[in-house]
């Protein structure tokens, strides 16, 4: 899930930011946009969803029925992303294909529902978390908008690094939007931590077993070895563990590739970067503490 | 509209995991597939259960209560866990209100499991397929099975009746009688997701013990004093009658 959300946001980012450029060209007449840029950037981007796709895939307990996933749209996120996800990909193709053999208008066209449907995958992305509400830290917008901002931004990032070897006009109109795109990606993330720490459980044990009392423990969770209860809720690591995992996908999620960016070395600033988003998702997925955790907490 | 569901009474569960072996039998042998299990015999087992009794300490020593708390799917009413299945194979049925699986859908994918407060629904290792309880819908629905057997293998298995299964929607079944009069309570109301299953409380019993009851008042030794004893030299009764 790591690979996935990470890879995917990035290939996305990627895309608007071909997508950005493109619609800024053509609105300043179509100055200078090298086509081996363009090739570069959507073969990255399909690249980077696709890889994304690919992790999702075998994360599956049944990845050959994977086919069945998108049946259920009307009601679950899951479903629709199932949808976006091929039909981004798909779209960004189109728009790769037209670019180059040079039918730019019609380009431009597929780009816009390329983009249409970027910004819908990322919103069905950000709201198979953002729905379950008793899971307090991922419930609100900021979970969301961190998923378009931690995207766009790693985009931008990729963006600088081929714009540097392909089309070197437009670099530094990429290196100043993935500044911008880090500085409000931090902001975000840093808010969500804000409100995370902030949050009061609304669900205890009391609530959980239904007895009235003030003092309750568990004894016994009704198997002395694990289950998947204790593996798949639990992230095993230790307070100080958390906390490193956290600083490092602080600094190297966007304190090291801002540095890296503005020294102007993009491509190790995507490297570092890819790495930190990771371990920033890690922690997402770390800072949840889901109510069944209530049910499993000694062994006895 | 028919809501089949679980009370489970706190008062006189004893912990002794009938329930958690009968269900782990009955719907081992079944054909949906077995609840596999990781390492049984080895150092760090693991397995797929779909009922776990867990114990916890209320109060604080030396005032503390032990409650052995039973815990499996409580087919909510408004489950959590089907919208979010992206197949469709998480859905509740429409004639009695069981949340079920369809273990040929279901991709692994365990959103529903997250879904789920309750953590109701473990993924099964071997089959890579969400499984959860089904409150046996193959033997209430088993129309060769005599009809005081058509009840799920917990409920049958149970030494102190702590588990009843009925029709939560139906004012005159045992299970509507036993929430409405002995205060039967859902789980983590806070969520909404209004669970069919409830749980009835632990209820105190007291005895009142009074002097006058550890002493007849009436004990004629007390009001008569002792028996009447022959000097020393005077024949007893014991000299002259035998027993």
Known sequence: ?300 | MTQLALVIDLNVCVGCHACVTSCKAWNTQGEAGPLSDQNPYGKDPSGTFFNRVQTFEVGQFPDTHTVHFPKSCLHCEDPPCVPVCPTGASYKRAEDGIVLVDYDKCIGCKYCAWACPYGARELDEAQKVMKKCTLCVDRITDAALAERDRKPACVLACPTSARLFGDIHDPQSEVAIAIREQGGYALMPEWGTHPANHYLPRRRTEARVREEDLQRFDNPLKVDGLLPKPATGEPALDDVTTW
């Open chain 1, 1 to 300: 899930m790591l690979l996935l959300t990470t890879l995917l946001g990035a290939g996305q980012g990627l895309f608007l930011a071909l997508y950005g450029a493109d619609l800024y060209d053509a609105a300043r007449g179509r100055a200078s946009f090298a086509p081996p840029f363009v090739a570069a950037a959507v073969a990255g981007s399909l690249a980077l969803a696709g890889g994304g796709l690919a992790a999702s895939f075998f994360h599956l307990g049944r990845p050959e029925r994977a086919w069945r996933s998108a049946a259920k749209w009307r009601t679950s996120w899951l479903a629709r992303e199932v949808i976006a996800l091929p039909l981004f990909m798909l779209l960004a193709a189109l728009y790769g294909v037209l670019h180059w053999l040079g039918m730019l208008q019609a380009a431009l066209f597929a780009g816009a529902l390329a983009a249409a449907a970027c910004l819908a995958l990322y919103l069905c992305t950000g709201m198979i978390y953002a729905c379950l509400k008793f899971l307090q830290e991922w419930h609100s917008p900021l979970t969301v908008l961190n998923f378009v901002l931690l995207g766009s931004a790693s985009g931008f990032t990729a963006a600088t690094a081929l714009a540097a070897w392909f089309d070197a006009a437009l670099e530094p109109g990429y290196r100043v939007a993935a500044l911008i795109l880090l500085a409000l990606a931090a902001a975000s993330r840093a808010a969500t931590l804000v409100r995370n720490a902030r949050l009061r459980p609304r669900s205890n044990l009391q609530t959980a077993i239904g007895v009235k009392h003030p003092q309750i423990a568990q004894k016994a969770q009704g198997a002395m070895g694990g289950s998947f209860n204790t593996r798949e809720f639990f992230h095993g690591a230790d307070a100080a563990r958390l906390a490193g995992v956290k600083w490092f996908a602080g600094l190297a999620g966007f304190a090291l590739p801002a540095a890296l960016l503005a020294l102007g070395s993009p491509a190790a600033a995507f490297a570092v970067q890819i790495a930190g988003l990771l371990a920033e998702r890690w922690v997402f997925f770390a800072e949840a503490r889901h109510p069944q955790n209530l049910y499993y907490q000694a062994i006895s």
